[in-house]
């Protein structure tokens, strides 16, 4: 008889959108079902992503996670720490029903998946999906507990290990994978999908998109459609994404002024997320990674695999200098220019 494996997943960041969501699709892609694994996932909201988690099998459980935000006023604060041992007694009740063997905590500003687990005495594992940002010292000192609590530790890019002490940066139990997706098949009718994007057969099509926050530099999208729009008429520019949390609201109503004052009408489009995203992308001329700060992205691989060009801004980001990039030059640390850092 099979063994039963289940994994509790604990996720701060929701559901909604983004690149942890889709990588935690691809891990229960893979997993779940096979030699007795299954998951768990606990997550603070719901969004397209649980459809998608539950139509493999994997449960879902709704609950506000306890998450050290960049904003640092009091009452944020005290949420934070009032929510810690409900998670943690929350956590522990699921462990103990479903007989979970292991936990996964994804992000470095949560704790409580790593002393739900010690609790229980069982292991767990914890994923950095950040680089070191400014303010450094904040962020080193959100991801000091984490080795210590953590049975094995993942880095998802190389420029992480910079945010562990350096007892911890070349530790056994920390180890370096990379993110990676399954592609899926690229558009099949490209003209007929772009002309239901309302985008002319002879137009030049440019695209970005991901979660509407101030690492994401899509000021400096739209800067760049502004001085090349009216000299280029023909081309279309289209930013795809929203926000995952409440304290993006005002980049997102800066980015939708800074886009309305722009008057590029038919030029210049800004969408919500939408669950075919993959498929504007796909049938794009040009992708456009503006980010000022950021690992390697999944809707940058998704790019390269089905062959659009790829652009990132001379600043400090995401180093994608073309569909050829491996992994491993495509992830640095960054420290983002004084404009884009977070209020």
Not at 111 to 132: F, M, Y
Not at 282 to 292: A, Q, R, T
Request: aromatic share 6%.
């Amino acid at each position: 008889m099979q063994r039963d494996r289940p994994i509790l997943v604990v996720n701060p960041v929701g559901v909604e959108a983004g690149g942890v969501q889709r990588i935690l699709l691809e891990l229960f892609r893979g997993l779940h079902g096979r030699d007795g694994y299954r998951f768990i996932v606990a997550v603070p909201s719901i969004g397209p992503y649980e459809r998608r988690y539950q139509e493999l099998g994997v449960r879902v459980v709704p609950m506000p996670v306890s998450i050290l935000r960049r904003s640092l006023n009091p009452i944020t604060v005290a949420r934070m720490f009032a929510l810690i041992p409900l998670n943690v007694r929350a956590l522990r009740r699921i462990i103990r029903d479903e007989r979970v063997v292991l936990v996964h905590t994804q992000k470095m500003n949560t704790l409580v998946g790593d002393l739900a687990a010690r609790a229980e005495g069982i292991r767990s594992v914890h994923s950095i999906h950040e680089v070191p940002l400014w303010p450094e010292a904040l962020y080193r000192a959100m991801a000091a507990p984490i080795p210590r609590l953590a049975d094995r530790v993942v880095l998802t890019c190389e420029p992480s290990r910079g945010l562990l002490a350096e007892e911890h940066r070349d530790s056994s139990h920390v180890r370096l994978i990379y993110n990676g997706i399954a592609l899926e098949p690229p558009p099949q009718d490209r003209a007929a999908l772009r002309r239901g994007l309302g985008v002319p057969d002879d137009a030049f099509f440019v695209t970005t998109g991901g979660r509407l926050a101030p690492s994401k530099g899509f000021e400096f999208f739209l800067e760049a459609a502004r001085r090349l729009a009216p000299a280029h008429p023909s081309t279309r520019f289209r930013l795809i994404g929203d926000i995952i949390a409440e304290e993006d609201a005002p980049y997102r109503d800066r980015i939708r002024y800074q886009a309305r004052v722009l008057g590029l009408g038919a030029q210049l489009v800004l969408e919500g997320f939408r669950d075919d995203y993959r498929q504007v992308i796909g049938v794009s001329d040009l992708f456009v990674l503006p980010s000022v700060y950021d690992t390697l992205p999944s809707i940058v691989i998704e790019a390269w695999g089905w062959g659009s060009r790829s652009s990132r801004p001379g600043s400090a980001g995401c180093p994608s200098r073309s569909r050829t990039a491996s992994p491993a030059s495509s992830c640095r640390r960054a420290t983002p220019p004084r404009s884009a850092r977070p209020s």
